[in-house]
């Protein structure tokens, strides 16, 4: 590390990005073990002790970002709801990107029919604004985490068939996979040592970017009452309760607010550089 | 030379339909891509195909390889009858070099796993017994053992061709089909690439059936010589009797059109007239009686038959119909 | 061309039906909903079955359904089970609340996104570029509520600038901080959007004999570039209008606005379906409506769109 650069040339990681890949990481642990660090029962009310002030307004105050309405400590809802948040548009993000890819692998492949209507389908989804399909499920289903997760992949998986359909019929006609088939492997064989192998990275750039999307869909429709519910806890949650007390106690919404905004553009920023450094163009050129 | 044939081609056709509209598509006509074409290729020949680029010589050698289905016609091939479903033992048999190595190459695979792709659809071979293989053949084609780890686009166009040969040729096949395999490489490094061929060629004992749109390569690199225009054969010959002998008026004006290395000979050239005729709408005679300068009134109006004139040499010319039987 | 138009009209209809049937039997196959709507209650079984009756719930799922079809072409378009009126009377309400903070969101889109666009270009690679465009990603990721929470606890709360939600009098300061909430995202990708699109076209030739003949750089931009350069803007910016219209649910909700946002939200936390499965119908047309439109301008000012049909 004596020669930043020279480390950067090495490694191709810029310095700002190392630094947002581990501090979202260092994120993602913490509230993974919310539950070892901080094992608390989220529904354990603390009347007495609620609205405490955050230790930034009262250096005394045991409580680092203070307690909400019920008494309960704000950091370590924090890191429960950050939790919540992460794992939920984390599942959902896995589950879009697989029905999402077998969707467009199998309209890239099979081309005709079940092309016009699966490529139909994208187009009734697209048509409904994801918040509406967040709206119609929770009003359907009724507001808990499996919803939410169920409008993730609902909503998250057409832009992921685009993709792979797209990148499966430029990729058909590519030489390499007629070189494939001239020495006889099977469509097995070329689907996934050849086919799958070449998707991979522009998906998994999709995927890194759409999770900032899933993740402010879970806060939102938290916010709105259509998610999690409490005593269960998310950001959007945590913004939606703290948003009573903003005259007075404006950092129970605030800090919240800024924990979701942070884990977006780490995610954003991360993913652009992901993707410029997964593009086999720009690869070339170096 | 042996006369056992390895591949025979008889009466192969392949139309492509041309459809219009936009759900009920109607069929408005066809593209005769390779229309009636029969030929052999002997054990140890270098069968050069030679024709302007749309004369359907890609289309053929798709075919062969079965990754194009024929319309009509059959190619046999070891005595089996082959097409798209070819069974794998015979599949093995029968490789092919591809014309563009920047976009046949996988991207995502380092140059060992390319190389050995055929080994692994076709054998089950350890990691030891593959490298047994894979070592003697990098030697042959000129690739170093290092590059193994590498990626494609690491390699220059003359090696990235080198590393489809090695691929072609780790089974032994019995034929190697060659599509244009230097036409997209510099002129310098298609020598390379050609004398390279030829020295496999001895080494391995191979039959090669090699497709080019460029007679000086053809002449080259081929023992015999077929020139196709417009998805018909016109002129099959042994090198040395088509360059001695030319007969068809197309293959004299392809002849006269090699760039000659003496400024001292000056030979006349025989510009062509006007453009290929679109496959879509062909003439009913002779496909080239529109360009053709010694056209007769008979070539407008019927086909001519490929009729030997000498013990191997076809042509499809009635300037040369008198005292030949037709033969194929 | 006849028949490119034909299709696409086709495949719209279709379209907002798959969504409307989709939704239809969705609601209806998960629950009753009068068994929500009596939960807290504790009513007597004969009034639930009474309530089904006058609700036509009784009836076979096939008739609802074709009952329900039927009466958004004749008008009828049911009744809310929570306020017990006809749901195209709940919207005719609050709709013009809806479309008058998107008509100005439009407007401040068109008229502050794609001149800031435009003025990033004119500085491309400069300080001002950079501070725009830094400010515009910033803007392009910001979620709708948090911001609608940042305006409302700084020029509400803390500067006692502007109301913080619902509407009173004088009714333009009522506006301010939902259009600013809403207006951020499709502003900052308009000028992003403008401003990549007019560096391309800014790099064309046709542009540098422009430069040669000495016209300075700003009047190649603005006579030259920009009316090639908008056209994509335009066809993107429709294509947004699905998210604009998820988000201006939110943000009628953090507002306190009265439209038809906070009126689904609403109802959806309610079980009302008539309200919600209407309400879909409304934004899914209007979704549909416009892209279609685009498509087919696109259609007819791109030639080679129009000769492949």
């Known amino acids: ?286 | 030379m042996n006369r056992d044939i390895i591949l025979s081609v008889s009466g192969l056709k392949k139309y492509f339909p041309v459809r219009r509209g936009l759900i009920l598509q109607k069929t408005v006509g066809q593209v005769k891509a390779v229309d009636d074409v029969s030929f052999q290729v002997y054990r140890g020949e270098t069968l050069g195909i030679i024709g302007e680029s749309g004369c359907g010589k890609t289309t053929l050698a798709r075919m062969i390889m079965g990754l194009e289905k024929q319309t009509e016609g059959e190619i046999t091939f070891l005595g089996k009858k082959i097409d798209t479903e070819m069974p794998a033992d015979l599949r093995k048999k029968i490789q092919m070099v591809f014309q563009d190595p920047y976009s046949s190459l996988d991207p995502r695979m380092n140059i060992r796993r390319i190389i050995e792709e055929p080994l692994r659809v076709h054998t089950k071979l350890s990691a030891n017994e593959k490298r047994q293989i894979l070592l003697p053949l990098l030697k042959n084609v000129g690739i170093d053992e290092n590059a193994l780890q590498k990626y494609p686009h690491e390699f220059s166009g003359g090696q990235r061709q080198r590393i489809g040969i090695a691929r072609a040729l780790i089974l032994q096949p019995e034929l190697l089909l060659c599509d244009e395999p230097v036409s997209a490489l510099d002129v310098s490094i298609q020598a390379q690439i050609l004398n390279l061929f030829k020295d496999l060629e001895e080494t391995y004992h191979l039959t090669m059936i090699f497709v080019s749109h460029d007679m000086s390569v053809i002449r080259h690199i081929s023992d015999r010589i077929i020139v196709m225009y417009l998805g018909q054969i016109m002129e099959i010959a042994p090198k040395k009797e088509l360059f001695d002998h030319t007969l068809h008026p197309y293959s004299q004006a392809l002849m006269s059109a090699i760039p000659v290395a003496d400024p001292e000979r000056q030979r006349a050239r025989i510009p062509l007239k006007g453009e290929i005729p679109s496959p879509l709408n062909a003439p009913p005679g002779c496909p080239f009686s529109g360009r053709c300068a010694k056209a007769k009134e008979i070539c407008h109006c019927q086909k001519p038959g490929l009729r030997h004139t000498s013990a191997q040499h076809y042509v499809a010319c009635h300037l040369f119909a008198e005292g030949c039987e037709e033969t194929l | 061309m006849k028949r490119y138009v034909l299709m696409r009209v086709l495949k719209a209809i279709l379209t907002i039906w798959f969504v409307y049937t989709l939704v239809f039997f969705l609601a209806r196959l998960t629950g009753d909903p009068v068994e929500w709507m009596t939960a807290a209650g504790g009513a007597s079984e004969e009034a639930k079955q009474q309530l089904r009756h006058n609700l036509g719930l009784d009836l076979p799922l096939s008739t609802q359904y074709i009952r329900s079809l039927a009466g958004l072409f004749t008008g009828d378009s049911g009744n809310s089970y929570y306020y017990a009126r006809p749901v195209s009377e709940l919207f005719a309400e609050r709709i013009g609340y809806t479309l008058s903070l998107g008509g100005i969101v439009f407007l401040v889109t068109i008229f502050i996104g794609v001149p800031l666009g435009v003025f990033a270009a004119v500085k491309h690679n400069r300080p001002a570029d950079r501070l725009t465009m830094a400010v515009a990603i910033v803007g392009n990721t910001m979620p709708n509520f948090v911001l609608g929470i940042l305006l409302i606890f700084f020029f509400s709360l803390k500067l006692r600038m502007f109301p913080s939600g619902n509407i009173g009098e004088p009714l333009w300061r009522y506006y301010v901080l939902p259009v600013i909430a809403l207006a951020v995202v499709p502003t900052a990708s308009a000028a992003r959007l403008t401003r990549s699109s007019l560096l391309d076209v800014v790099r064309q030739d046709y542009l540098d004999s422009a430069r040669a003949k000495g016209v300075r750089e700003w009047k190649v931009i603005f006579k030259h570039g920009l009316r090639n350069a908008l056209i994509p803007v335009i066809t993107i910016l429709g294509a947004q209008l699905s998210t604009l219209i998820g988000g201006s649910v939110v943000v009628e909700t953090v507002f306190a606005w009265p439209g038809i946002g906070t009126l689904i939200v609403n109802s959806a936390q309610q079980r009302d379906f008539p309200v919600v499965v209407f309400g879909v119908l409304v934004i899914a047309s209007s979704v549909t409506i416009v892209n279609l439109l685009v498509d087919l301008s696109y259609g007819l000012l791109d030639p080679r769109i129009r000769d492949s049909y």
């Open chain 1, 1 to 286: 590390m004596k020669n930043p650069k020279r480390y950067r040339r090495q490694y191709g990681i810029p310095i700002f990005i190392l630094f947002l890949i581990i501090t979202f990481v260092a994120i993602m642990i913490l509230s993974l073990l919310a539950p070892v660090i901080a094992p608390v029962d989220l529904a354990v009310t603390d009347l007495p002790n609620r609205l405490k002030d955050p230790v930034f307004r009262d250096p005394d105050s045991p409580y680092l970002f203070g307690t909400d309405d019920l008494g309960r400590d704000l950091a370590i809802r924090l890191l429960y709801g950050t939790r919540t948040t992460i794992m939920i548009s984390f599942s959902g993000m896995i589950i879009a990107t697989a029905i999402g890819a077998v969707f467009g692998i199998i309209a890239g492949l099979c081309g005709g029919t079940v092309d016009i209507i699966i490529s139909f389908l994208t187009d009734v989804r697209l048509s409904v604004p994801t918040t509406f399909i967040g709206i119609i499920c929770a009003c359907i289903l009724g507001a808990n985490s499996f919803t939410i997760i169920l409008v993730i992949a609902l909503t998250g998986w057409s832009s992921f068939c685009r993709l792979v359909r797209s990148q499966i019929i430029q990729l058909k006609h590519v030489k390499f996979i007629e070189s494939s088939r001239a020495i006889g492997a099977s469509g097995l064989r070329i689907l996934f040592e050849h086919i799958l192998v070449n998707i991979a990275s522009p998906l998994i750039v999709q995927a890194t970017m759409s999770l900032s999307e899933f993740i402010l869909l879970e806060s939102t429709l938290s916010f709105l009452g259509l998610g999690i519910q409490p005593p269960n806890t998310s950001l959007g949650v945590l913004v939606s309760t703290g948003r009573n007390y903003m005259l007075t106690q404006w950092w129970l919404a605030i800090i919240p607010s800024m924990v979701i905004i942070l884990l977006i553009f780490q995610i954003s920023l991360i993913g652009d550089w992901l993707r410029d450094k997964l593009d086999p163009k720009l690869q070339n050129m170096t």
